[in-house]
């Protein structure tokens, strides 16, 4: 299986800051998704990092707001820009090693922002 | 946009067996997963359906109709520790994981 670490594992922000979130795999993987789970509500696929290119983007989700970066296979950020209470959610990251691993995604363990 | 849907929340006793249904558009279908959440968790896998019929995995079996759009998790000999959120997932044509709307499940003594 992929371990995944993400940092910070929760943070208190003011609204009209950013942070920063980083994702770290202990192996080499081709695709990372980023995802944001809101209370009580299931997972929203943000965007799709990809190593070397841009990363690609969901409905409803934009470049300006969610920036990403993907600098090797093991890495990946992701930024919450000018931030507002609506932001306050758990940011998930997560990568798919392929089908020697059926498929399967596997998932870091969040972070878990409050926006006030 | 995909729309997978499955109950809200659903309860059980210890002991009982519950299915949880998972409905989904085919158009672009690449496999079903099924994974588990605990309060506070990152979800963890339980099974993964390519082809039509059941995947039993222990207590846990996972069945797909691809022709139906149409997934079931079958929980047998429930445990309390299996309260939890069930989330249905299905994996499209460019290679994207989207999550149903989850069911929360509460198990009770």
């Known amino acids: 299986s992929a371990v995944i670490s993400q940092k910070p594992s929760r943070d208190i922000c003011q609204r009209g800051t950013s942070l920063t979130i980083q994702c770290q795999v202990d192996?080499?993987?081709?695709?990372m998704f980023w995802y944001r789970q809101q209370p009580g509500q299931s997972l929203t696929l943000i965007a799709t990092?990809?190593?070397?290119?841009?990363?690609?983007?969901e409905s409803g989700f934009v470049i300006d707001k969610f920036p990403i970066s993907r600098p090797n296979l093991t890495f990946s950020t992701l930024t919450v820009s000018n931030m507002s209470p609506e932001d306050s959610s758990i940011y998930l990251c997560?990568?798919?090693?392929?089908?020697?691993?059926?498929?399967?995604?596997?998932f870091g363990p969040g972070t878990r922002l409050t926006v006030l | 946009g995909q729309n997978i849907d499955q109950p809200t929340e659903m309860t059980a006793t210890e002991g009982a067996i519950v299915q949880i249904n998972c409905t989904y558009q085919?158009?672009?279908?690449?496999?079903l997963f099924w994974y588990q959440q605990h309060a506070g968790e990152a979800p963890t896998f339980l099974s993964y359906?390519?082809?039509?019929g059941l995947e039993e995995k222990g207590r846990f079996s996972s069945f797909l109709s691809r022709s139906k759009g149409y997934s079931y998790l079958l929980l047998k000999e429930l445990q309390m520790k299996d309260s939890a959120s069930y989330l249905c997932?299905?994996?499209?044509?460019?290679?994207?994981?989207?999550f149903g709307t989850g069911t929360r499940l509460q198990v009770f003594p």
């Open positions: 359906n390519v082809l039509d």
């Open positions: 192996s080499q993987v081709t695709m």
């Open positions: 997560s990568v798919a090693p392929g089908l020697a691993f059926n498929n399967e995604q596997f």
């Open positions: 997932a299905v994996f499209y044509n460019t290679d994207k994981l989207i």
């Open positions: 085919t158009s672009g279908f690449n496999g």
């Open positions: 990092a990809n190593q070397g290119s841009e990363a690609t983007y």
